[in-house]
């Protein structure tokens, strides 16, 4: 009895996979996103963590949170993918996407202005270091409170505020070397 009554979220045993799956999907999910996986390829990287905390999940000694363990394998999956990108090619398709509804209501000249901003933000984002990135999106795009990044990434809020402060520098060198770039004509 005492012993329950002590007992932490660090269970001794593995978790099941379904167990995980269901509790956690979400917040991988999100994490992909922040990582800067495209949305074209979400799926699949999805399915590629699954995948490895399948195979590892016996090694998961809950020494940690289950978050930042999926978190680890989260930044390793994405940072597989972004060294991949270059040799990725562009798929063609007849059917494009329907616009969100507030997009149905700009001008054509307004939508391609929104489409230009988002690419030179994920050009941006794109070119910052993964975990400066996340931490950056998670706080400042999702308005997420720093107590509960450290929580997701298993990290204390102090260094939680480092990487923001990191982030922000980052983010600001990565505007002009984008903007300069753009205004050679190069990409990024």
């Known amino acids: 009895m005492a012993f329950e009554a002590t007992a932490t979220n660090h269970d001794l045993r593995a978790?099941?996979?379904?167990?995980?799956h269901r509790d956690h999907a979400r917040f991988v999910w999100l994490a992909l996103q922040r990582l800067g996986i495209w949305p074209r390829d979400l799926d699949d990287t999805f399915q590629e963590v699954f995948l490895v905390v399948h195979r590892r999940l016996h090694t998961f000694d809950g020494s940690s949170h289950m978050r930042s363990w999926l978190h680890g394998i989260c930044v390793h999956v994405a940072s597989d993918y972004r060294r991949r990108a270059h040799r990725r090619r562009e798929t063609l398709t007849d059917d494009l996407p329907e616009p969100p509804s507030f997009q149905r209501?700009?001008?054509?000249?307004?939508?391609?202005?929104?489409?230009q901003e988002?690419?030179?933000?994920?050009?941006?984002l794109d070119s910052m270091d993964l975990e400066k990135r996340e931490v950056f999106v998670m706080f400042e795009i999702d308005g997420l409170p720093c107590n509960?990044?450290?929580?997701?990434?298993?990290?204390?809020?102090?260094?939680?505020?480092?990487r923001i402060h990191a982030?922000?520098?980052?983010?600001?060198?990565a505007v002009k070397r984008v903007g300069a770039a753009a205004a050679r004509g190069e990409r990024p």
Do not use: D, K, M
């Open 15 to 20: 978790p099941a996979f379904a167990e995980v």
């Open 105 to 115: 209501e700009l001008s054509p000249e307004q939508q391609v202005a929104l489409s």
């Open 118 to 124: 988002r690419q030179h933000l994920r050009r941006i």
């Open 148 to 162: 509960e990044i450290g929580e997701c990434l298993g990290v204390p809020v102090g260094t939680v505020y480092s």
């Open 167 to 173: 982030a922000r520098q980052e983010f600001l060198r």
